[in-house]
């Protein structure tokens, strides 16, 4: 019987931005690993891992969740115990809010909602914002953000420019 957890409301931004669980927000996610840790050894395996991100809201791949284990499995035993769960958890809800602060950005490029960015929406928009740029400097910003090579900008083709150019 499991309940979904609440992932939304309550959480600040704490030392720089970096994302803070509220008590019952810890509360909850020691008791969902509680329930995992079946044993009592204080560790959960991949499988239990999945669940939880689950219960969240999010839908990792098998791979995916793989790799967030090994990320934070110092003891490469396969399992994390429940700091390492927050760790991870911690950092995939920041991704979220960051991911959900990109599509209010993207959707600013594309107001019609056509789900990419075209060299008409950058014009327009590097118009707005007082940017003078050549048509020229518009077509080589499209082009390398462009990696599928429709000729326009999708949303993960901007999510992946706006992370490579974060620190």
């Known amino acids: 019987q499991h309940r979904k957890m609440a992932s939304r409301g309550g959480r600040s931004a704490g030392k720089g ?25 204080g560790v959960i395996d991949a499988n239990a891992l999945k669940v939880i991100l ?10 995916e969740v793989k790799e967030m284990i090994a990320a934070v499995d110092k003891t490469g035993s396969g ?5 390492e769960l927050l760790e991870l958890l911690i950092a995939k809800m920041s991704e979220r809010d960051s991911k959900d602060d990109v599509r209010k950005a993207f959707r600013q490029f594309d107001p019609e ?9 950058l014009r327009r928009v590097a118009r707005e914002l007082g940017e003078n ?10 082009q390398a953000a462009d990696l599928d ?7 993960e083709e901007f999510w992946k420019v706006l992370k490579r150019g974060l620190p």
């Open 149 to 155: 090579k429709s000729g326009a900008v999708d949303a």
């Open 79 to 83: 399992n994390i115990d429940f700091n």
């Open 54 to 63: 689950r219960a969240l809201g999010f839908e990792p791949r098998k791979e």
């Open 17 to 41: 931005g970096k994302l803070e669980l509220t008590v019952q927000q810890r509360a909850e996610i020691r008791q969902a690993f509680d329930l995992f840790d079946t044993q009592g050894e």
């Open 113 to 121: 909602g056509k789900g990419h960015i075209t060299f008409d929406n």
């Open 133 to 142: 740029m050549t048509d020229e400097e518009i077509k080589e910003m499209i």
